[in-house]
């Protein structure tokens, strides 16, 4: 192999003259320039040398894909040899038409099912206690397990994996679990996440959905983990999240830090109540927001995954090497999408996604152009799904594993994330972990800061935003996507089935079933979550569920700090 030509030796320069000459010349040119640094305060140099990254020249300086710390990946392949899941967020008005659209998508290349619920399940209700124009505006309106079935019709969820946008107490899976059972179904051989199952970053910033007590949702996902364990051992129960806290206004690196404590803190709920670090830690994921900081995005991933692999070994006690591989689902950030100009988010979502992808993902999810708007359309949701296609077939970034690694200015930058992201976990440690850092409002504080300094650098200029503080046109509203909403008279036919379905059932089964769940909740050692997945085949809804262990364990209040 030919030795690269050095030129500032054959010009006859040697590389630290050539260094200062460059560098004379460039202050020379821009004398009074304006310092840069990144969104979690990193300054940036205009140009990146051998001298910015000090394993430059060592044997093996990143290791391989696969092996720890796992900085280029956590699989030999990686996308070479299996392609990122591809997973569009989905939901629409009925059962019936969020089946529609998905069988629709997975025609279109979608490759596995992620279910987004209407806001009022979200939030615990039933369609019966909500304003009926409200209902599937922006989810799928799914209160028992009739409604799980009809939405999945078609689907084999023994072959596709599932993604259940479901908060604790998880309803969602138990309806999607008892649906299986009726068709036959094995739960051994069903794969998926409970995508939101982390309820210290809803406690943090998802407030409209936060169901239970603090401590009542820690207990709840601790049975939520162990029942997976032994019923449902191939699904994910546990989704370590990061998108919230950086959609309210963490930094990147923030967003890292905080995720990491959340998963430290919940492994460490689990080897407290008797489970073996390697018996858990290889079904835990994580989710994470990627913004348009592309470098740092990069940075933050590949920081991040080597951090938990060391966390995972050397701090959590893990020899299983499945236990220290970083699992992430990336989706890229709806608080970078604007109204104005929407189709700009296209170009937007796009340079999301390479991020997400050269940071080595294992699932994405794009967010469609009009999704600034209201519920993505089918027409967005298709460019969507295009746009990973495109990524993948025809611009050929699987082609290389970890194609930006070596660059001096992405390894420079991964090893300043590093120690930022670690001197942040420090800082929770010192607070007690993440529990207590979160229940003082430690962690909420330093978000709202970080959101506000940001929000600054818009209102002043300092960052633009194509079409909301620059570049700036005069737009046609009615030229803009059109918003798409559940046709009323299907929704009310959906409230009367549901009203029906409600009125046949025995009282007497009812009754049993929801006092089941006070005793399991009253009984520190029965499993909450199992009782949940007896209250959906017993027929309860997702409001009688969650406001019985509403009233049991608390009614979710989350602190606000200003």
Same mark, same amino acid.
């Given at each position: ?20 000459? +460059? ?202 983990? %162990? ?84 966390? %995972? ?187 029906? +379905? ?61």
């Amino acid at each position: 192999m030919n030795k690269p030509l050095d030129h500032s030796v054959a010009e006859g320069l040697d590389p630290t003259s050539a260094h200062t000459a +460059w560098e004379a010349e460039y202050r020379e040119s821009l004398p009074t320039e304006r310092p840069i640094e990144n969104v979690s305060g990193i300054p940036i140099q205009p140009l990146y040398t051998p001298h910015d990254w000090p394993q430059y020249g060592a044997d093996d300086p990143l290791g391989y894909p696969g092996q720890p710390d796992y900085t280029r990946g956590i699989y030999a392949t990686m996308h070479r040899g299996r392609t990122w899941t591809q997973r569009q967020l989905v939901g629409l008005g009925t059962p019936a038409d969020y089946n529609a659209r998905l069988l629709g998508l997975i025609d279109h290349g979608a490759t596995a099912v992620s279910l987004i619920p209407c806001n009022s399940v979200y939030r615990g209700y039933d369609m019966s206690s909500v304003d009926a124009e409200l209902l599937g505006t922006c989810g799928v309106v799914i209160n028992n397990t009739e409604h799980m079935q009809r939405s999945l019709q078609g689907v084999d969820v023994g072959e596709v994996s599932c993604a259940m946008n479901d908060p604790s107490p998880f309803t969602l899976l138990a309806f999607m679990l008892i649906a299986a059972e009726r068709q036959g179904t094995d739960w051994k051989c069903i794969t998926g996440t409970s995508n939101q199952s982390d309820y210290l970053s809803h406690f943090v910033a998802n407030h409209m959905f936060y169901r239970l007590s603090l401590a009542g949702s820690r207990r709840v996902l601790l049975d939520h983990i %162990a029942w997976c364990k032994q019923h449902v051992p191939r699904w994910n129960p546990m989704s370590v999240v990061g998108q919230h806290m950086q959609q309210a206004g963490a930094t990147p690196a923030e967003a890292m830090a905080f995720t990491l404590c959340t998963a430290i803190q919940n492994a460490e709920d689990c080897i407290a109540r008797g489970m073996a670090p390697d018996d858990f830690l290889p079904r835990f994921t994580f989710f994470f927001d990627i913004s348009l900081n592309f470098f740092e995005e990069v940075a933050k991933f590949r920081a991040g995954r080597r951090i938990w692999s060391r966390i %995972a070994r050397e701090r959590l006690g893990a020899k299983d090497p499945r236990s220290a591989r970083f699992k992430f689902h990336g989706q890229t950030s709806g608080v970078d999408l604007t109204r104005q100009q929407p189709l700009n988010n296209i170009a937007r979502v796009t340079v999301q996604a390479m991020a997400g992808i050269f940071g080595g993902l294992q699932s994405l999810h794009t967010d469609a152009f009009d999704e600034a708007l209201a519920t993505p359309s089918e027409f967005g949701a298709r460019i969507a799904v295009a746009t990973q296609n495109i990524l993948r077939e025809e611009a050929h970034l699987t082609d290389v594993i970890d194609p930006l690694g070596g660059s001096f200015y992405v390894e420079a930058l991964t090893d300043q994330m590093e120690e930022k992201i670690l001197s942040l976990i420090a800082l929770v440690d010192e607070a007690g972990g993440m529990f207590k850092a979160v229940e003082s409002g430690l962690v909420q504080r330093m978000i709202g800061a970080s959101a506000q300094r940001f929000q600054r650098r818009i209102e002043s200029g300092e960052q633009v935003v194509v079409g909301v503080n620059a570049y700036q046109v005069d737009e046609d509203a009615s030229a803009r996507p059109f918003i798409e909403r559940p046709e009323p008279a299907v929704m009310q036919r959906h409230q009367d089935d549901f009203a029906a +379905w409600k009125a046949a059932r025995s009282t007497a089964e009812v009754d049993k079933a929801l006092d089941h769940l006070s005793r399991t909740a009253d009984d520190p050692k029965g499993n909450l979550f199992g009782a949940v997945v007896d209250g959906a085949r017993a027929g309860l809804t997702h409001e009688e569920i969650c406001a019985r262990l509403r009233r049991d364990l608390g009614f979710g209040q989350p602190l606000i700090v200003v």
